[in-house]
């Protein structure tokens, strides 16, 4: 993924000569950033949801923590 897949509006010119090529279409990149941002949601307001919801947001949470430190 790349900074132009999440970003809104007219992309300049100098972020689309600098960005690095995304490993991944704009779909996956936009499901990959919602999975992960709704997780945070979910495991910072847990007192909010069901049990099970919490648990499935941590594991999600947990693995996306796992992703980025391999970078």
């Given amino acids: 993924m790349n900074h132009a897949q999440v970003a ?3 992309i300049p010119d100098l972020v689309i000569e600098q960005d690095i090529p995304p490993e991944v279409d704009d779909d996956e990149a936009h499901a990959r950033y919602a999975r992960a941002a709704v997780a945070f949601m979910v495991d910072r307001f ?6 099970d919801e ?3 947001a941590a594991e999600i949470y947990q693995e996306q923590q796992v992703g ?4």
């Fill in 46 to 51: 847990s007192e909010q949801f069901e049990d």
């Fill in 68 to 71: 980025w430190r391999a970078w």
């Fill in 8 to 10: 809104s509006g007219d």
């Fill in 54 to 56: 919490v648990e499935a």
